[in-house]
T-cell receptor, first 111, second 115 residues
């Protein structure tokens, strides 16, 4: 049962432009939504999160938007930099419960 | 450095064998999670332990088992290994009460290759 889905396996953008990564979920009981970034040969690292009571959270170049009615969230990176090239995982959890991850989107930012 | 330590980093073994992967969580974290990442797959949740007790179970095969010890380190045991078990196995930990973001801290993973 794939409760968290990332339908785009890859995304390529030009340096300086906006990167938009999308994620859909099915469980309306999720309390937290998170984005993790993963470089090759490393474990995923936390990037940004949003509580289900908010619709936007911003941290520097990274903004996460949550649309609960559509069960959809997105991560915006502006401006994109070559160092942002990585696999991005969307994740969701109910407080104290296990965290469910999407399949990941590989972002390539071209100089 | 997330503070989560996994050993071994790489492991090559044959079908039918048994291996044990080890994880030490961050100091103070009570929860340990195990995830499997196969080729081109996302992170599949296997199992969670909280302070020594099994808390949640995901898509973990019966050939796999895990435990968390009194010192809070955890071991994932994989037996009767098959070629399809080749994957990256990640351990993650989280603090008591989850904190404000629900963030997990991941180790660097153990890459298992079954030949």
């Amino acid at each position: 049962d794939q409760q968290v889905k990332q339908n785009s396996p890859s995304l390529s953008v030009q340096e300086g432009r906006i990167s938009i990564l999308n994620c859909d979920y099915t469980n309306s009981m999720f309390d937290y939504f998170l984005w993790y970034k993963k470089y090759p040969a490393e474990g995923p690292t936390f990037l940004i999160s949003i509580s289900s009571i908010k619709d936007k959270n911003e941290d520097g170049r990274f903004t996460v938007f949550l649309n609960k009615s559509a069960k959809h969230l997105s991560l915006h990176i502006v401006p994109s930099q070559p160092g942002d090239s990585a696999v991005y995982f969307c994740a969701a959890s109910e407080i104290g419960d296990d965290m469910r991850f999407g399949a990941g989107t590989r972002l390539t930012v071209k100089p | 450095d997330s503070g989560v330590t996994q050993t071994p980093k790489h492991l090559i073994t044959a079908t039918g064998q048994r291996v044990t992967l080890r994880c030490s969580p961050r100091s103070g974290d009570l929860s340990v999670y195990w995830y499997q990442q196969s080729l081109d797959q996302g992170l599949q949740f296997l199992i969670q332990y909280y302070n020594g007790e099994e808390r949640a179970k995901g898509n973990i095969l019966e050939r796999f088992s895990a435990q968390q010890f009194p010192d809070l380190h955890s071991e994932l045991n994989l037996s009767s290994l098959e070629l399809g078990d080749s994957a990256l196995y990640f351990c993650a930990s989280s603090p008591p009460g989850w904190g404000s973001t629900g963030e997990l801290f991941f180790g660097e993973g153990s890459r298992l290759t079954v030949l």
